[in-house]
């Protein structure tokens, strides 16, 4: 007598499709099926990203890839564009302004963090102590940085004027002689400085002051059980809490300085004798006093690289970090 296998045999996948319709549980969907849903569930989400993406693209990637085409062509938009090379980058180097600029870019970034990056520091530590008022102080501290650039430097200009100027007249009730404060070689880039450093030191200020809350107090009450004075809590205590962030705002500090404009280009317009001349006034005189942009866009290529530098630096620092 023949027996019959009783073992289950696979169905067809259309099959189990049906009896899973039927039985009223889900089956397998295909994958373009899946596909084509969740683009159909989501088709506005996707419409806004895409009109975000396509913005961003007209307005940043766009202008950042022409820049860098502009760097080997000669341009200055009266003629059709010519392709040179590296003939830019030639001419840029033999001017003697090149090296002028970068020197005096480094020798602003190195005042700047000696300025701009203890006084901060110092106010917040200081402001930090107060245990009333600290919101008008605050207010009062960044003050500065919500100031229009060009009122800050209107203000400063009369600051240094030589002769009604607030700075000599103070030196003039001490008995002190007055001083060329921007027209004098020497104390032009200082004075460039000092004002950069006004203007833009409240947020650091703020940076630290939330830096220094977050501190533990039981660290501070160690430190004093140990009869450790102020100067060595600062050293011991604060300065170590807080190596992360100063390290970053160093760093963020070296990438904006290096960035410098608005200051000489209002208030000394690169003089005396281009010792206060920085890369990015170079470069705006190439580009809208010169009328040859093709140089000005190899100078923003080279800054380009030399701030990239810094920003990996940045990047790799925070990675670490975290």
């Known amino acids: ?28 969907t295909p994958p373009r099926s899946r596909l084509a849903r969740r683009v159909r569930e989501n088709l506005v989400a996707y419409a806004f990203l895409g009109a975000g993406i396509a913005v961003f693209a007209a307005f940043s990637w766009y202008p950042i890839v022409r820049g860098w085409l502009l760097g080997f062509q000669q341009v200055t938009f009266a003629q059709p564009a010519q392709w040179v090379g590296l003939d830019n980058f030639r001419r840029l ?15 602003f970034t190195a005042l700047a963090l000696v300025f701009g990056f203890a006084a901060p520091l110092a106010t917040a530590v200081v402001l930090n102590e107060f245990r009333s008022a600290r919101g008008y102080l605050r207010m009062t501290v960044y003050l500065p940085v919500m100031l229009p650039p060009i009122v800050t430097m209107l203000l400063w200009r009369w600051f240094y004027d030589p002769g009604p100027g607030l700075f000599n007249n103070a030196l003039e009730v001490l008995h002190l002689p007055a001083q060329q404060w921007l027209e ?25 002051l ?61 003089g005396p004798n281009d010792a206060t001349v920085t890369v990015l006034l170079l470069l ?28 990996l630096v940045y990047l790799r620092l925070t990675r670490s970090n975290g």
């Open 210 to 270: 939330a830096a220094l809350g977050g501190i533990p107090g039981q660290l501070y009450e160690a430190a004093e059980l140990d009869g450790a004075s102020i100067r060595q809590r600062l050293w011991h205590v604060t300065l170590p809490q807080m190596r992360f962030i100063l390290m970053i705002t160093l760093l963020l500090q070296v990438l904006g300085t290096m960035q410098v404009f608005i200051e000489p280009y209002i208030l000394t317009g690169g």
């Open 1 to 28: 007598m023949a027996t019959t296998d009783m073992r289950a045999q696979p169905l067809p996948e259309d099959t189990v499709v049906k009896a899973a319709a039927s039985s009223g549980k889900p089956g397998r």
């Open 93 to 107: 180097f033999a001017d003697p302004l090149f090296v002028t600029a970068w020197q005096n870019t480094a020798w």
């Open 284 to 311: 705006f005189r190439y580009a809208f006093v010169y009328n040859d942009f093709g140089l000005a866009s190899a100078m923003s290529m080279l800054l380009f690289v030399v701030l990239g530098a810094f920003s």
């Open 184 to 208: 004098s070689e020497h104390l032009a880039m200082v004075s460039l400085v000092l004002v950069s450093t006004w203007a833009n030191m409240g947020t650091t200020t703020l940076i630290y």
